[in-house]
């Protein structure tokens, strides 16, 4: 056995050690890329990053004009890892791999709080995803109501036919926040709490 499988299984075994691992993906030029069908966190417009991402053999896939798919591959990933993967040239590569770090403290599980609401008006035929997975029809025209959104900081991702617009926003307990999407562009127009 490998150093490497060594400390993957010493890892595993640690109390409150994660499973699941963290993808860091970075990409030669602007782009919009999905892991194992979910888009991750926007660090910039060319760095993304993939939080708890079942290990195994992960569907990466990068999209073009209207978001049809331009590259797609299937790379495998270690459990309790953190993996560096570039795309270049349309082919992606795994950079690095090591063992995640172990927390002290069990993950926080968000903010305490009820629900919110978003409502997202759209001039143009949109689709919604709030952290990553869809949460409206397909290409929907008007005011878009998504309920049960966890208090938080949350990263809404509206995509047009032919623009994308990503924001992270923070949704405080139990209320309605108003957003404007146009072009690639995603603004918070009000917040009003719940009573």
Not at 116 to 123: D, G, I, P, Q, Y
Not at 145 to 152: H, R, T
Not at 153 to 161: N, P, S, T
């Amino acid at each position: 056995m490998t150093v490497a499988a060594l400390l993957a299984a010493a890892l595993l075994a640690a109390p409150g050690a994660p499973r699941e691992s963290l993808v860091r993906l970075t990409c030669e030029a602007d782009c919009s890329v999905t892991v194992a069908g979910q888009r991750g966190r926007r660090l910039t417009s060319r760095r993304f990053e993939f939080d708890g991402v079942t290990p195994g053999r992960v569907r990466f896939e990068t999209e073009g004009f209207a978001g049809l798919p331009v590259a797609a591959v299937f790379l495998d990933v270690q459990a309790a890892s953190e993996v560096e993967v570039s795309l270049s040239g349309g082919r992606f590569r795994v950079e690095r791999v090591r063992p995640r770090a172990v927390s002290a403290k069990p993950p926080a599980k968000g903010p305490a709080g009820a629900p919110s609401k978003l409502f997202v008006t759209c001039r143009q035929p949109c689709t919604v995803s709030v952290d990553g997975k869809r949460r409206s029809g397909e290409l929907q025209v008007g005011t878009l109501l998504i309920g049960g959104v966890p208090p938080g900081r949350r990263v809404i991702d509206v995509r047009f036919l032919a623009a994308s617009a990503t924001r992270a926003v923070d949704v405080p307990a139990a209320s309605e926040v108003h957003l404007s999407a146009q072009d690639s562009i995603v603004r918070v127009t009000r917040s009003l709490r719940l009573e």
